[in-house]
């Protein structure tokens, strides 16, 4: 099945997405796991005056980053969606640089990042391995990588499997309320489906110039956090 990712992601479903399902669930789950990664990315980085947010859709990490921090980053969003950014545009009023461009190849300098944030992002790469290579040119030796995104499911436990029933279950209702969403919640279930477990992810990292240095697990593997350090040569 072919999916126009960058049509779903500037349509008006992914403004709804963001004003209405994301309104209801971040505060009930998502933004625990987004405040988690980035406390998990502040304590690995010596200094933050670059932070990069991949995929950064409405700028809903980089608004946690700023009560989470007193340093004064500069914040530099990209995506491929307009209406995405412009709504986070209108929210981040910090010094930040907002940015269209696709995940593959971003218009930043070599090492010149001090943390790089993804939530929700690798898994729609055309090419999520050009991405790893794009995140591992722009940062600093030693500088943070921080994911979060939903991951093929690599253990079927009772746990999982009822984690996974209530994820799609709410998700599935979006469609079945909006009938012309059910593309992007299909494409959801489908990116899901052909994306690396969270086993296989970390040894991508691994032999790509990142040291994996911590995995955490949600929902009983639903959603996992990674924070991976690119290695000094
Ligand atoms: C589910 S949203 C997550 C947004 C944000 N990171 C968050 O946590 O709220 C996924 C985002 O990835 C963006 N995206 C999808 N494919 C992309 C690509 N190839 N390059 C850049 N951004 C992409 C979409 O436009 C969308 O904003």
Redesign the pocket.
């Given at each position: 099945m072919e999916y126009n990712?960058?049509d779903i992601?500037?349509s008006p479903f992914?403004v709804f997405?963001?004003k209405v399902i994301?309104k209801i669930s971040?505060p009930i789950q998502?933004d625990r796991w987004?405040k988690r990664l980035i406390k998990d990315v502040l304590k690995e980085v010596y200094s933050l005056d670059v932070v990069v947010?991949?995929?950064?859709?409405?700028c809903?990490?980089g608004k946690l980053l700023l009560s989470l921090t007193d340093s004064q980053p500069l914040i530099v969003n990209?995506?491929?969606?307009k209406p995405?950014l412009n709504l986070g545009r209108r929210e981040l009023r910090q010094k930040s640089a907002f940015v269209c461009?696709?995940?593959?190849f971003f218009p930043i300098k070599d090492s010149s990042v001090d943390a790089v944030?993804?939530?929700?992002?690798v898994r729609?790469?055309?090419e999520p391995l050009r991405t790893v290579k794009e995140v591992y040119r722009v940062l600093k030796p030693g500088g943070a990588w921080g994911i979060?995104d939903f991951f093929k499911i690599q253990k079927r436990t009772f746990v999982t499997a009822f984690n996974n029933f209530v994820f799609r279950s709410f998700m599935k209702l979006n469609s079945i309320f909006i009938p012309s969403h059910r593309e992007a919640i299909d494409y959801l279930f489908y990116s899901i489906e052909n994306f690396f477990t969270v086993d296989e992810f970390s040894k991508v990292l691994e032999e790509n110039g990142f040291d994996v240095k911590l995995v955490r697990t949600y929902m009983g593997g639903v959603a996992n956090t990674l924070v991976a350090i690119k290695r000094e040569v």
């Open positions: 990712v960058k992601f500037n992914a997405y963001e994301n971040s998502v987004r947010d991949y995929c950064s859709g409405a809903n990490i990209c995506d491929i969606s995405l461009a696709d995940n593959r944030f993804s939530s929700f992002c729609n790469s055309p979060l």
